[in-house]
Nanobody, 122 residues
Framework: QVQLVESGGGLVQPGGSLRLSCAASGSAFSLNFAAWYRQAPGKQRELVASITVAGGGDIKYYGESAKGRFAISRDNANNTVFLQMNNLTPEDTGVYSC?????????????WGQGTQVTVSS
């Protein structure tokens, strides 16, 4: 069993930056894939960024709204995944949730964090 906890959200002015963290705890695991999703008021949940862990090197993906401004990364132990958000706009406002697809000793498993609020406003 693994638990994910997001942190780093808050209120920031347009043009500002924020760094979100998704920390995993519990059973030992190897990370296969992680992603950040955003749920904005009145909108569908959308994929913001993802990272695929592969032997040939990590593969990163960004939604169109995040390209050039956001960066996803992970720590060496694969216990924490980060989302660096720069040049924020009010359109970035929403609840950001992390998702892990991981491998434990015996099987692949999937987990979601409960989300952290990001509000971009002047």
């Amino acid at each position: 069993q693994v638990q994910l906890v997001e942190s780093g959200g808050g209120l920031v002015q347009p043009g500002g930056s924020l760094r979100l963290s998704c920390a995993a705890s519990g059973s030992a695991f190897s990370l296969n894939f992680a992603a950040w999703y955003r749920q904005a008021p009145g909108k569908q949940r959308e994929l913001v960024a993802s990272i695929t862990v592969a032997g040939g090197g990590d593969i990163k993906y960004y939604g169109e709204s995040a390209k050039g401004r956001f960066a996803i990364s992970r720590d060496n132990a694969n216990n924490t995944v980060f989302l660096q958000m720069n040049n924020l706009t009010p359109e970035d406002t929403g609840v950001y949730s992390c998702y892990f697809n991981l491998r434990t000793t015996i099987r692949n498993e999937q987990y979601w964090g409960q989300g952290t609020q990001v509000t971009v406003s002047s």
